[in-house]
């Protein structure tokens, strides 16, 4: 096992899709050497991750004990707590006021669930994505007050709610805020506003601005058990088994794309655990429903089982994945989960749809630092996805916006690259009088607009910036952790790099390069995925995939232009268990001429 220090991994300076391939820092090439794949690779993987020698094995084993915070660190928790205690003394009416998102849908079961087991049957409420949208409304907060709630508590908005929560407080409501979103310097009249995100945040805390909303409501949950002790609550009264809720936690964090780093990798990490327990009856329907058969892991939560919670609230209706997350009948439960699948096949056949027509516009915008897409009739619901799409299909932060001609107003979301903070734009712009409402944060944010500010909320785009998305292009590269010959490509090798996972956001999953190969076959599947059968000279084959990559100038090189050719396969390895024995396959990102 051989560590390279040339810049250019296997020389590539330019591959197929027009990238430089890097190690990530200090990585291996394997080569022919199998007997390589042992725990230097694990320790290197972390190391290559921020990690230092020292605490390698802290790292290694993300556990809460090492990573959790004091939560009344945090400004406004422990106001927080004792007003939610208070609720519980007095009796009073709660009410959890969630988003129609994965990261709203499993705050509000974590602090539905957590007061049921404090003896306390709190209400929810969802708002309609499409007659309702993002956020606390006053109209709603005030409705809740005259149905009897006289505490609220909203998860994953309202932090920047000024209108909505005043008119709360001069209904004589109480409400807390449980964000994680960008905040302004001014904050709205609140009981208490408990988000790592505030600008008046102390270090510690705001060095958790990572946290999804979910992580920060666990965190809540852990002040308030603390409070309620401390009151004597539990006194013939057992404690809520708080780790417990910790599969609503990894599940919320993977699907909001937090990033997977400190904290939020011990929470994905033992939050994996509660989820092989199947002990939620929700989730092991919705497992069941995704056809998980194995113990889950990080890529399941936002490739599987995220994407049938959000169909609820993209499509459908919107409270079904708090329903399905809190129900105690399996029988209800099946019934939820199945209801979700078929929702998100029908969301992906709408996403389709609108892609379709997002693309059409690209031409007459490759100009443009951000793609600003529009089109009237795009469903609000599948916007956030397509602009995702429409990202890594041009490399640029993109912009899909739903125009509704009943009012002249948009509803748009939008997703960024590494270094381009779309969601401070999205203030900017909103501060600056071009949108309606908006926010978010550095990788993904939502807006509304009229109509006819389209053209100039583009151009303040552009011009704010065109200089950090053409440096982030620049310095985009193929980061790779180890290269290995085909015949290294095996499940051990799998398992060796899972081993210093979870991945995700923050915290990227291994890319291994392979080769030298020929092509011994390569052709489209699905609608638009290239699968190609690759051999390498020590006689071993082995099978990658590129998903939504027919059309890029790596499928079509590979399909008509391999002959004679060699060549060196980039991506990450997964276990393929679809035949009678678990094989290694590649998913394929990227692909250089080895000769």
């Known amino acids: 096992m051989a560590t390279h220090s040339l810049s250019h991994v296997l020389g590539v300076s330019q591959s197929l ?9 200090g990585n291996m090439d394997l080569g022919e050497d199998a007997a390589g794949l042992n725990r230097d690779i694990t320790s290197q993987l ?13 790292h290694a084993q993300p556990t809460m004990r090492e990573f959790l915070p004091n939560p009344s660190e945090f400004r406004d928790m422990d106001r927080a707590a004792e007003r939610i205690a208070s609720a519980i003394f007095a009796s009073e009416q709660i009410t959890i006021y969630g988003d129609y998102d ?67 407080k001069e209904a004589g409501v109480d409400v807390i805020v449980v964000d994680h979103h960008k ?33 920060v409501a666990f965190l809540l949950a852990i002040a308030l058990v603390r409070n309620l002790r401390g009151k004597g609550y539990f006194e013939g009264r057992d404690e809520p088994d708080l780790m417990a809720l910790l599969d609503l936690v990894a599940l919320g964090t993977v699907a909001d794309v937090a990033a997977l780093h400190g904290l939020n990798r011990a929470f994905v990490a033992q939050g994996l655990k509660v989820l092989a327990r199947r002990d939620r009856i929700g989730m092991a329907a919705l497992m069941d429903a995704s056809r998980l058969k194995r113990a889950p892991i990080a890529s399941d939560l936002g490739f599987a089982l995220g994407p049938r919670i959000n169909a609820g609230g993209r499509i459908g209706e919107s409270t079904l994945g708090v329903r399905l997350l809190t129900t105690r009948d399996p029988e209800e439960a099946r019934d939820i989960a199945e209801q979700l699948s078929a929702l998100n096949e029908e969301r992906r056949a709408i996403e389709a749809e609108v892609q379709s ?56 979301s939008g997703r960024s690259i590494s270094g381009v903070d779309i969601g401070a734009a999205i203030i900017a712009a909103r501060e600056s009088g071009l949108l309606v409402a908006g926010g978010g944060h550095a990788m993904a944010a939502g807006l509304t607009i009229e109509a006819g500010k389209l053209s100039a909320f583009t151009e303040f785009l552009d011009e704010r910036l065109a200089r950090d998305v053409e440096r982030a292009r620049t310095e985009q590269v193929m980061k790779l952790d180890l290269s290995l010959a085909p015949g290294g490509l095996t499940p051990d090798l799998v398992t060796t790099l899972e081993a210093a996972g979870p991945y995700g956001v923050g915290w990227p999953a291994p ?85």
Request: glycine share 12%; hydrophobic share 45%; net charge negative.
């Open 17 to 25: 899709a027009g990238r430089a391939w890097h190690w990530r820092g």
């Open 46 to 58: 972390l190391m290559t991750r921020g990690v230092t020698e020292e605490d390698v094995a802290k």
């Open 102 to 168: 994965v990261d709203g849908a499993t705050s509000a079961a974590l602090l539905v669930e957590l007061l049921r087991a404090l003896g306390v049957e709190a209400g929810y409420y969802i708002p309609d994505r499409l007659l309702e949208g993002y956020g606390p409304t006053g109209e709603a907060l005030v409705q809740l007050a005259e149905d009897g709630s006289s505490l609220i508590v909203t998860v994953d908005c309202g932090a920047m709610a000024y209108e909505a929560l005043a008119m709360a």
């Open 183 to 215: 905040c302004a310097a001014e904050l709205p009249p609140t009981a208490a506003l408990v988000n790592p995100n505030r600008l008046d945040e102390n270090d510690l805390a705001a060095s958790h601005g990572h946290l999804a909303a979910v992580g």
């Open 357 to 412: 027509a997002a693309e059409a516009q690209l031409g007459g915008q490759h100009n443009m630092a951000v793609q600003v897409l529009s089109g009237s009739g795009w469903h609000p619901g599948v916007i956030g996805i397509v602009a995702g799409r429409i990202k890594e299909k041009t490399g640029k932060p993109s912009i899909v916006i739903a125009l509704d001609e009943s009012d002249g107003t948009g509803k748009g």
């Open 511 to 595: 890319r291994v390069a392979v080769g030298p190969v020929r092509i011994v076959k390569a052709d489209i599947v699905g609608k638009d995925h290239l699968r190609v059968i690759a051999a390498g000279s020590d006689g071993r084959s082995f099978k990658a995939i590129a998903f939504r990559a027919a059309e890029t100038e790596m499928a079509q090189t590979l399909m008509h232009r391999s002959k004679g050719r060699s060549f060196h396969l980039a991506g990450r390895v997964k276990i393929d268990d679809w035949g009678p024995r678990p094989a290694a396959e590649l998913h394929l990102e990227d692909a250089a001429f080895a000769d």
